[in-house]
């Protein structure tokens, strides 16, 4: 069974997709994959994305605290929710940025993502993301892939990780995925994952994003 046959057919219409950031998070880690999932629509074309009517994700931040958090090049970004007050997470988006080397040595984010794991059917990560899904286990026996710079710090946190050097998607579940712009290749590979390959070509054609092969 992959993580995407574990989403109960009455689910998928609808799915809580939680980004989670944090201070020197990289900013397309986190945005391109949010355009994605919000801009997603069941039925095409630009009138479609004027109400929710057909989006099939409900797409919002969660951060360790409602404060503000600063990310690469000094964007301020308020995280919606905290880890107390995030509703009920179906998919998990685990972005990268400098600020992933802090926190695999802080508790309460690898306890957060772990307990996450636990209950959503779904967890991907972007960029150096990765790092943090390896360092709480959920990697272990897994292929998956990270930032180009991060290849062997992945591979040194848990050995028995199948580095994937040249695929910018990798993985079932969890999802991982190459740097910064590949984020948006990941979330449109859930997309179509979830809900068919003309939906994730419309969502990209509508972000003018040319998918890679």
């Known amino acids: 069974m992959t993580a995407f046959t574990q989403f109960p057919a009455s689910a998928i219409s609808r799915l809580n997709v939680a980004i989670f950031i944090f201070d020197d998070v990289e900013v397309l880690d986190f945005a391109g994959p949010f355009e994605v ?3 997603t629509r069941l039925n095409g074309g630009v009138a479609s994305r004027l109400n929710d009517e057909t989006a099939p994700f409900r797409v919002f931040t969660v951060a360790e605290h409602v404060v503000n958090i600063t990310a690469t090049g000094g964007l301020q970004v308020v995280p919606q929710f ?5 509703p009920h997470i179906d998919l998990l988006v685990v ?3 400098f600020g992933t080397r802090r ?3 802080h508790a309460p984010v690898l306890e957060w993502i772990t307990t996450v794991a636990a209950g ?3 967890v991907t990560s972007v960029c150096t993301g990765a790092l943090l899904l390896a360092r709480t286990g959920l990697l272990r026996g897994k292929r998956a892939t990270t930032h180009w710079g991060a290849l062997d710090t992945l591979a040194s946190l848990d050995d028995t990780i199948l580095v994937d050097r040249e695929r910018r998607v990798v993985g079932e579940g969890p999802v991982t995925s190459a740097g910064v712009s590949a984020g948006i290749d990941m979330a449109l590979s859930v997309v179509e994952a979830l809900h068919g390959k003309a939906v994730a070509d419309e969502t990209a054609h509508y972000i003018e994003f040319r998918r890679a092969p």
């Open 37 to 39: 999932f919000s801009r």
């Open 120 to 122: 959503a059917p779904l």
């Open 82 to 86: 905290d880890f107390a007050t995030a």
């Open 95 to 97: 972005p990268g940025g």
């Open 103 to 105: 926190l695999l040595e």
